[in-house]
């Protein structure tokens, strides 16, 4: 077997062999070559100590020394460089208390998560394989290396990090490692939001982003996002759905492009339901108010996994309006629906919209897709028409309304958002000479 490592690597590897030491490409490089697949980093374990790898190499940086990882920089590339180690006590279910370095391969290995991370190459000795990550990735099996218990007990995250793997590559995972993850998914209030963020967008722009379920099965979600449990139990007796809550996001998540933004807001969408249920006489569930309850949860549960304020802000409003529509649109319809949602996200609104149609009842997505093609139609219509849809686009400033006799203060910025909604519903009237004509008048 012969595996295609960069060049920058194999010099590395090439290096410390020569000066008498062991070394390997190791971990998820090997694992995604193997697949066929580009790997991002190329991690390398070593028999040599951290203090014998810098001095073999011009240029290192100290970027993990207590864990024996130095950074060995080549043509401005960094490659981690790890000492073979043996983790100690882990007190907190996150971090070892101690490393101890060992100069056998195996014992490295062994100390990994899964067996299809638990492989290491290196063009001398070939493919070193020694708890069946190989036969793992033929199979398409996530199985801890040696006893599951132990290996979630030692960090919690591999939990998550299981359930990632699984969606990422669309493997099942093995049975005393599900079960483990169910008697220790508790552990996970151990972790930081940092890091459970990290995981769960890695799992929702993954081309299986439905391997969620797993998570809310094993217990994952009761301890990170507890509101998609609500969710999930939540069934829709509404003649628009076929499916609960929870399946209905869960099925809208793999109707729609693998980007962050997109695939949170199709995850948080439809939180809001739970809180705004009611049934009438007939039996026929409603969620009144549910985008705007949404766009609550959402920010709470957001900030609670700590994303950064952008993100937040573009989810929230696509979660607020996510099912805003019209049975009929016309082109003033989608002028005000595009200065509501914002033009920067309008895009994205009908993305998130046709998902969300595409998880609904079969029987009614002709009339609802028909529909949201006539908005989109409208809306390459008004940009093809230069229409004014934002404040940039006003054919008057603040300054002109100022030189007009304006005192400088909010009550300019009110007289712009006032001329702006006269000309969203009359694109016509975007001429300066019209609307300052118009001051005294908005």
């Known amino acids: 077997m012969h595996l295609q490592i960069p060049e920058n690597a194999r010099e590395i590897i090439h290096t410390l062999q020569a000066a008498g030491h062991q070394a390997y490409v190791v971990g998820g490089c090997v694992r995604d070559a193997l ?14 100590l951290p203090r014998q790898v810098k001095a073999l190499f011009p240029r290192t940086l100290d970027t993990g020394l207590r864990h024996g990882t130095v950074t060995v920089m080549l043509d401005r590339e960094g490659f981690e460089v790890t000492t073979y180690r043996v983790d100690g006590e882990y ?62 007990s030692e960090d919690a995250l591999r939990i998550l ?12 995972i093995e049975e005393e490692t599900r079960k483990a993850m169910e008697e220790l998914a508790g552990n996970l209030k151990r972790i930081s939001a940092e890091r459970i963020q990290t995981e769960l967008v890695k799992l929702l722009v993954s081309p299986h982003p439905e391997t969620l379920r797993t998570a809310y099965e094993t217990g994952i979600t009761a301890v990170v996002l507890p509101e998609l449990d609500a969710c ?12 609960s809550v929870g399946e209905h996001t869960l099925v809208a998540l793999t109707k729609i492009r693998a980007d962050k933004v997109l695939r949170l807001a199709i995850l948080l969408h439809d939180m809001g339901k739970p809180p705004t249920h009611t049934r009438d006489e007939k039996g026929v569930d409603h969620f009144y108010g549910h985008g705007l309850e949404g766009e609550k949860l959402a920010a709470q549960i957001l900030r609670r996994l700590k994303f950064d304020n952008e993100t937040i802000r573009q989810v929230r409003r696509l979660v607020l309006y996510h099912d805003d529509r019209h049975k009929d649109p016309t082109a003033r319809w989608v002028r005000r629906a595009i200065y509501r949602i914002g033009p920067d996200l309008f895009p994205a609104y009908l993305e998130v919209r046709r998902a969300d149609i595409l998880a609904q009842n079969p029987i009614y997505w002709e ?18 028409e230069e229409n004014c849809i934002s404040r940039k686009d006003l054919a008057v400033s603040g300054r002109d309304l100022i030189e007009a006799g304006i005192e400088p203060g909010k009550q300019v910025g009110v007289i712009l958002e006032k001329l702006l909604e006269l000309v969203i519903d009359h694109p016509e009237y975007n001429e300066k000479e019209y609307l300052l004509k118009q001051i005294k008048r908005v």
Request: charged residues 30%.
């Open 91 to 152: 007190e907190d279910g996150r971090h070892p208390k101690e490393v101890r370095f060992t100069p056998s391969l195996t014992e490295d290995l062994r100390r990994r998560d899964f067996t299809i991370n638990a492989m290491a190459y290196n063009h001398k000795d070939g493919l070193v394989d020694v708890f069946g990550g190989q036969e793992d990735l033929k199979n398409g099996v996530i199985r801890c290396v040696g006893n599951a218990r132990e290996r979630f």
């Open 232 to 243: 999930m139990e939540m069934p829709q007796q509404n003649p628009y759905h076929c499916y």
């Open 367 to 384: 009339k609802s897709l028909k529909n949201l093609e006539c908005v989109e139609t409208l809306y390459q219509q008004i940009l093809a």
């Open 35 to 48: 697949l066929g697949r580009e790997a991002a980093d190329w991690d390398i374990t070593t028999s040599a």
């Open 161 to 172: 990090r299981a359930v990632r793997f699984s969606a990422q590559l669309g493997f099942q």
